[in-house]
């Protein structure tokens, strides 16, 4: 089955879920100038952060990754994560679960 759907048309911020109750579970993140997400954790996934507009300070653990529209960031979700937003901005994030090897 093929679903389609607009960013603009997600409820929820700044999470919204773009296709509910489906893996790989993927969200909009949308955060005003200098908000930010709590530090927290994806256990058992690989996480992609797509930044689709604005620029954040992506805190992974004891590391600072600045990223600008454009930007694709890929990382274990075991790392504790927490965005902080220098301008407004949005980011399509996938949360895969992670393969067994």
Known sequence: MTEITTLSE???????NVFPESEPKTVRLSLGADE???PHTHPGRDVVLYLLDGAIDLELDEETH???AGDVARFDGEREI????????????????????
């Open 36 to 38: 930010r997400v709590a």
């Open 10 to 16: 997600l409820d929820g911020e700044p999470h919204a």
């Open 82 to 101: 927490s965005p902080v937003a220098r301008e407004p901005s949005t980011a399509l994030i996938v949360l895969a679960n992670r393969s067994a090897e």
């Open 66 to 68: 600045s990223l600008v």
